[in-house]
Structure formats: structure tokens, C-alpha cells
């Protein structure tokens, strides 16, 4: 995910604001990391480029 | 949802490939977009449409299945694993939706990513609705959709849904299909602009 993207993502259950957490990134993206929700005290993985908002209790 | 693979190899055979529907929907988009939009399409399958739109200031792609989302991917696509466009703030002016629209009962659901994209509830009309109460969230005041329609979901109802949703509908592109099923693209706009 293109680091300029974080501008525009939100909770997918609060809507609020979430960290970035960059883990790997190189000239294009970032690779790994994580996008923390404080609110709601969840963290939503960043894997091979792709970040996953998908409410973190029904994927594994 | 069908279960979450544990590798991270997409597989094709889990993903939509293009059809009639995608290449009318394309066409829509394409005659729809302005090189300033910021751009969403909600559930890209393929990728197909959203590797094949005009020029625009940003186009980003939703998917739930993480096959869609490798593949996506790997074409150097901007996509997001989210379901509708949950994960995202109001920022987009034009949405691209192509409905999963089989009219499907609860026992036909299958295990399967593929299934799951043409599943539109028993009366194929589920995501429709469930799309138009969840997208105002992200698109702009003056943000248009262009969604795919077939006659198996009934346009009126379809048509229905868009009006109590908060929308104002027309349609702008059409094909008949050679077994006499109907494709429509819908545009709708918001019925009223907030204004405080």
C-alpha cells in the first residue's frame, strides 16, 4: 500500500483514525506494518503490500 | 464467508474473470469519469475495470477476498481488504459497484470465494441494498455511483432501494443478452446535499 493512502482509511467499525505502523517498505510501498485503531484497541495487519480492514474477530 | 486460505498464492479459479457485465460497466465508468475524480470501485474481482479506466486523480479498489486482492496486487492496483468500502473515509466523487447478483438461497451457498461473488441473497438484491445504506459514507456531496443491474434482481425493486436509500437514479447504458437476460448501468447522485 502506497503510504499516502493512510490519508483515507478509518476504522472499518469505529471510523476513527488509525496509526501507521511500518514494518518493511521499499521505494514503491509499504510491504508490512500494521494500522492501529487506539479507540477500539485493535490492530489490522498490512501483508504483502495489502492492508486488511476486514473486522480482525471473523478472519484469522 | 467461505474460509480464509493460509497461503498467500492467489488462485484464479476464486475470482471473478470479466464478463458482458464487466465490459458494460467499463464503458459506463469510462464515459462517466473525469480526469479529477477520485475514484473507488467496490469489489474489483478481476481488476478489470479498474486496470482499464481513463486517467484520474486516484483509482482504489475494495475487495473481502484476498485472492481478488493478491491478484490485484500484483497488477500494481491500490487495493484495500475491506467489505463494502468499511475501511475508508468520505474522499471518493465517483463509486464503481458490479453487485454479486445470483439470486441465491441459503442452501446453495457454497464454501467458496467465487460462489460468494455472485451471491446476492435470495432474492439478489442483498448487497444492492446493503451498498447503497453503506456507501454514503465515502463518497463526496456531490459524488456519483455507477453500478451494474440485471433483470434477474428486478429493476423496480432495485430501483426502489436507490430511492429510499437516499439516491437519485438514471439509467445511462443497456444491453439485452442473447437469453433475454437485461444489463443496465445505473448513475446515482445524492438526493440531498447536506448543507449546514
Same mark, same amino acid.
Given at each position: 500500500m502506497k503510504r499516502e493512502l493512510n490519508d483515507i482509511l478509518c476504522c472499518p467499525v469505529c471510523k476513527g483514525d488509525l496509526e501507521l505502523v511500518v514494518t518493511e517498505e521499499n521505494d514503491v510501498e509499504i510491504l508490512t506494518g500494521a494500522l492501529i485503531c487506539h479507540a477500539c484497541s485493535v490492530t489490522y495487519p498490512i501483508d504483502e503490500g495489502i492492508p486488511n480492514?476486514?473486522? *480482525?474477530? !471473523?478472519?484469522s | $464467508?467461505?474460509? &480464509?486460505?493460509t497461503g498467500l498464492v492467489p488462485d484464479k479459479n476464486q475470482v471473478y474473470s470479466p464478463r458482458e457485465d464487466t465490459f458494460l460497466l467499463l464503458r459506463a465508468a469510462n464515459n462517466e469519469i473525469l480526469p479529477a475524480d477520485t475514484v473507488l470501485e467496490v469489489g474489483i474481482g478481476s481488476a478489470y475495470i479498474i486496470w482499464n479506466l481513463s486517467p484520474c486523480k486516484l483509482a482504489l479498489g !475494495?475487495? /473481502?477476498?484476498? %485472492?481478488?486482492?493478491?491478484?490485484? %496486487?500484483? *497488477?500494481?492496483v491500490n487495493i484495500i481488504r475491506t467489505d463494502f468500502a468499511d475501511g475508508l473515509k468520505k474522499y471518493f466523487s465517483l463509486v464503481i459497484f458490479n453487485p454479486p447478483y445470483l439470486p441465491t438461497s441459503p442452501e446453495e451457498r457454497g464454501d467458496d470465494w467465487l460462489e460468494f461473488a455472485l451471491d446476492g441473497g435470495p432474492d439478489g438484491r442483498e448487497p444492492v441494498n446493503a451498498f447503497c445504506t453503506r456507501i454514503l459514507n465515502v463518497l463526496n456531496d456531490s459524488g456519483r455511483v455507477v453500478m451494474l443491474i440485471s433483470s434477474l434482481q428486478d429493476f423496480s425493486s432495485c =430501483? =426502489? /432501494?436507490?430511492?429510499?436509500?437516499?439516491?437519485? &437514479?438514471t439509467v445511462v447504458d443497456t444491453e439485452k443478452m442473447e437469453d433475454g437476460e437485461e444489463l443496465r448501468v445505473y448513475k446515482l447522485t445524492r438526493k440531498n *446535499? $447536506? /448543507?449546514f
Open positions: 480492514l476486514l473486522p *480482525q474477530n !471473523t478472519t | $464467508m467461505p474460509p &480464509y486460505p !475494495t475487495d /473481502i477476498n484476498p %485472492h481478488a486482492a493478491l491478484l490485484a %496486487h500484483t *497488477q500494481g =430501483e =426502489e /432501494i436507490f430511492s429510499k436509500t437516499g439516491f437519485n &437514479y *446535499q $447536506m /448543507i
